[in-house]
């Protein structure tokens, strides 16, 4: 048995969540103390998966036991059976297969999940593109409302879900940069890229204190339908897809940090560990974000 870290054996210690039972709760408090994890959001992580899988049990009126719960054939039969995303089922299978390694006299050989590719990111001249489409969109309100939806996603890296929620005065000058202020379940200020700067900037003090993406209610529903479909065609361009506009932003982020770099030196083929090693790490300042994200260039 592996003893946590003080941070880790707190939040195990403190884990009353409302969504599982006592005794569900009580089951995944146990079974990671056991495992020891080294820090608050691994403990989080591994919490929650043994609660899920702990919730599946009882449904089915299985003992709250470690040898029955983190069985293989039962892991397996809860990541088949359990309704849920590719992205949390690669998850919580690699998480409870870790929870199930630490059982005495358990060998787990997983079997591997299908795995989901990120979307191909846009070129430089596609994006051009349909920032020349944006341009020629019949009035000031819809120009820059189809130059925000670009620039969100392929400058700041939004998810389609958040940008029904950001208004003009969610994008500021500062730190030596322009940055978006997201809100929602991840709350954070995203550096522009510096391509995408002056024309967000622009649709940012044309919105004022309304929505980027128009509409006047934050659970709107379909925010991005009109606009993504004036963007589709001409230049023989296909139907914007927002996911590759990300995987543009995240690519573009990746090259800038050297991420491959990182990996080849590390030996390293899949990312799925550098949540846990960035876990240990401090966060920079949002002037440090800006400065290796978003660098300034001479001229």
């Given at each position: 048995?592996?003893?946590?870290?003080?941070?880790?054996?707190?939040?195990?210690?403190?884990?009353?969540?409302?969504?599982?039972?006592?005794?569900?709760?009580?089951?995944?408090?146990?079974?990671?103390?056991?495992?020891?994890?080294?820090?608050?959001?691994?403990?989080?992580?591994?919490?929650?998966?043994?609660?899920?899988?702990?919730?599946?049990?009882?449904?089915?009126?299985?003992?709250?036991?470690?040898?029955?719960?983190?069985?293989?054939?039962?892991?397996?039969?809860?990541?088949?059976?359990?309704?849920?995303?590719?992205?949390?089922?690669?998850?919580?299978?690699?998480?409870?297969?870790?929870?199930?390694?630490?059982?005495?006299?358990?060998?787990?050989?997983?079997?591997?999940?299908?795995?989901?590719?990120?979307?191909?990111?846009?070129?430089?001249?596609?994006?051009?593109?349909?920032?020349?489409?944006?341009?020629?969109?019949?009035?000031?309100?819809?120009?820059?409302?189809?130059?925000?939806?670009?620039?969100?996603?392929?400058?700041?890296?939004?998810?389609p879900g958040e940008l029904r929620g950001v208004i003009g005065t969610d994008v500021v000058s500062r730190s030596g940069g322009v940055l978006v202020l997201v809100g929602g379940k991840?709350?954070?200020?995203?550096?522009?890229?510096?391509?995408?700067?002056?024309?967000?900037?622009?649709?940012?003090?044309?919105?004022?204190?309304?929505?980027?993406?128009?509409?006047?209610?934050?659970?709107?529903?379909?925010?991005?339908?009109?606009?993504?479909?004036?963007?589709?065609?001409?230049?023989?361009?296909?139907?914007?897809?927002?996911?590759?506009?990300?995987?543009?932003?995240?690519?573009a982020m990746a090259a800038q940090i050297g991420l491959r770099a990182f990996m080849d030196a590390a030996g390293i083929s899949c990312s799925q560990r550098l949540g846990d090693l960035?876990?240990n790490l401090a966060s920079p300042t949002e002037e440090q974000a800006v400065g290796l994200l978003c660098p300034r260039h001479p001229g």
């Open positions: 048995m592996t003893s946590p870290s003080p941070e880790a054996e707190d939040t195990i210690s403190n884990w009353r969540p409302r969504l599982f039972s006592d005794d569900v709760a009580a089951f995944s408090r146990c079974v990671v103390a056991s495992v020891g994890p080294k820090s608050r959001t691994r403990a989080k992580a591994l919490l929650f998966a043994a609660a899920k899988i702990g919730e599946f049990a009882s449904s089915l009126g299985v003992g709250l036991e470690v040898d029955l719960v983190l069985n293989g054939t039962f892991i397996e039969r809860f990541i088949l059976k359990a309704p849920m995303s590719s992205p949390t089922r690669r998850t919580l299978k690699s998480n409870l297969w870790h929870l199930a390694s630490h059982v005495p006299g358990h060998e787990p050989s997983p079997t591997p999940c299908p795995r989901e590719h990120a979307k191909a990111p846009y070129t430089d001249g596609e994006i051009a593109l349909f920032l020349a489409l944006a341009d020629a969109q019949p009035t000031p309100r819809r120009r820059h409302k189809a130059a925000a939806l670009i620039c969100l996603c392929a400058g700041a890296g939004l998810n991840r709350p954070r200020a995203v550096p522009v890229l510096s391509p995408y700067q002056e024309r967000l900037v622009k649709a940012a003090s044309f919105a004022g204190a309304d929505y980027l993406i128009g509409g006047s209610e934050a659970k709107r529903r379909n925010v991005t339908a009109n606009l993504v479909s004036s963007l589709a065609g001409g230049q023989d361009l296909a139907r914007l897809e927002l996911s590759r506009l990300r995987s543009s932003y995240l690519s960035v876990a």
